[in-house]
């Protein structure tokens, strides 16, 4: 099992820019990818960035140039970025870290709301 908690959501202005982070416990060393989904009122759920273990990203293409992911590590802790620059309206959503193990099984966070508004 791995536990998943999210921060740093908030309101910003057009433009502006937020960090997400996610904290990642239990069974880290099942771990293979970490990432950022987001999901819109009547959207559904897409990906917006992912890192593995090794390093090797993927971005959804409505947010490559302005979105960075990153990771982290320590005892016992994974951690997972994403800092979001040149933010739009339409990146207003409920962002959620999720972690990809090696046998393809998903853990959730709960989810942080991103609010892009003048």
């Known amino acids: 099992q791995v536990q998943l908690v999210e921060s740093g959501g908030g309101l910003v202005q057009p433009g502006g820019s937020l960090r997400l982070s996610c904290a990642a416990s239990?069974?880290?060393?099942?771990?293979?990818?970490m990432g950022w989904y987001r999901q819109a009122p009547g959207k559904q759920r897409e990906l917006v960035a992912e890192i593995t273990s090794g390093g090797s990203t993927n971005y959804a293409d409505s947010v490559k140039g302005r979105f960075t992911i990153s990771k982290d590590s320590a005892e016992n802790t994974k951690y997972v970025y994403v800092q979001m620059n040149s933010l739009k309206p339409e990146d207003t959503a409920v962002y959620y870290c999720?972690?990809?193990?090696?046998?393809?099984?998903?853990?959730w966070g709960q989810g942080t709301q991103v609010t892009v508004s003048s």
């Open positions: 239990g069974s880290i060393f099942t771990i293979a990818a």
């Open positions: 999720t972690a990809r193990s090696y046998v393809g099984k998903s853990s």
